[in-house]
């Protein structure tokens, strides 16, 4: 079955950076993209962008560009997010989800909640 | 951008009662439209796909309508489980969005 397992909580302080990982299973990862979606606390959903997991290509949206940064090991199956200079307004729970032609978004991972405080 | 217009944003309800959530583009986004569930603490699930096709294993008294703009989800009858927040999702075009959510509760 497909699945989609993010890494663990963060804590990190004002300024510092966060990786956050999305493995993948039960699918061929390169037939699909991945997308990042936000959600910070109490609030409602905020899609990030995407990253096409066959060529590498990574697509921001406008809130996003320049600390975040998306990246694959594809052999391992797994997407990343990085977010650098971490601001208090990061903290957040991010969410990868399976991209598809017919009903996208029908897999998401657990979240991985980055908190942010100095 | 398109911005995603769900109502109302919360709904007081029985188990058995009939539901309708409505969500308003402010343009047309042909039939992707997606709708889900979301509970505290978990992912959003997906209910809903492209306007009106039920996800595998979402259960029947789900259902939604609409077309370009305007869209509906209806719970066909209550079940105490049904209880959370609702989001919609438009994937016509990038950037996506969702909207602000519809947070069905206990009457």
């Not at chain 1, 979606?37 to 990030?48: D, E, I, R, T, Y």
């Not at chain 2, 217009?5 to 439209?33: E, F, H, M, W």
């Not at chain 2, 049904?82 to 509760?105: I, M, R, V």
Request: aromatic content about 12%; charged content about 15%.
């Amino acid at each position: 079955q497909i699945q989609l397992v993010q890494s663990g909580p963060e804590l990190k302080k004002p300024g510092e950076s966060v990786k956050i990982s999305c493995k993948a299973s039960g699918y061929t990862f390169t037939d699909y993209a991945m997308h990042w979606v936000k959600q910070a606390p109490g609030k409602g959903l905020k899609w990030m962008g995407w990253i096409n997991t066959y060529t590498g290509k990574p697509t921001y949206a406008d809130d996003f560009k320049g600390r975040f940064v998306f990246s694959l090991e594809a052999s391992a199956s797994t997407a990343n997010l990085q977010i650098s200079n971490l601001k208090n307004e990061d903290t957040a729970t991010y969410f990868c989800a399976k991209g598809a032609a017919i009903s996208p978004f029908a897999y998401w991972g657990q979240g991985t909640l980055v908190t942010v405080s100095s | 951008d398109i911005q995603m217009t769900q109502s109302p944003s919360v709904l007081s309800a029985s188990v058995g009662d009939r539901v309708t959530l409505n969500c308003k583009a402010s343009q047309n986004i042909n039939k992707y439209l997606n709708w889900y569930q979301q509970k505290l603490g978990e992912a959003p699930k997906l209910l809903i796909y492209n306007t009106n096709n039920l996800q595998t294993g979402i259960p029947s008294r789900f259902s939604g309508s609409g077309s370009g703009t305007d869209f509906t989800l209806t719970i066909s009858s209550l079940q105490p489980e049904d209880f959370a927040t609702y989001f919609c999702f438009q994937h016509n075009s990038w950037p996506y969005t969702f909207g602000a959510g519809t947070k069905l509760e206990l009457k």
